[in-house]
């Protein structure tokens, strides 16, 4: 098919396949799939709901559960990445 030929529900089923995302492994640190379950992710939606400071709590927050828990739950370097994840996501939002 030419660019030419291309109808608008060819642009659509284009533009559909453009937004998946491809990943060979699941990634329960960067993309976790029960956080990225439609439109907007969740960690935006958080954002969102609550003021800045209340925001940076939020983050600081699940820093220190996954730090204080990585021991118990059996995947330790998974739970300290996650607790790096929000201490980045910290520093992004205050810098």
Excluded at 22 to 41: C, F, L, S, W
Excluded at 49 to 73: I, Q, V
Aim: hydrophobic fraction near 35%; charge should be neutral.
């Amino acid at each position: 098919m030419s660019i030419d030929n291309a109808t608008s529900a060819d642009w659509d089923a284009l533009t559909a396949l453009n937004k998946l995302s491809i990943r060979k492994t699941p990634d329960p640190v960067e993309q976790p799939d029960h956080y990225n379950n439609g439109a907007i992710e969740a960690i935006e939606a958080i954002k969102a709901s609550m003021p800045e400071n209340e925001f940076r709590g939020y983050l600081k927050g699940n820093a220190l559960k996954y730090l204080w828990r990585y021991d118990y739950k059996g995947k330790p370097v998974e739970d300290l990445r996650k607790c790096k994840w929000y201490i980045e996501r910290l520093i992004k939002e205050i810098n």
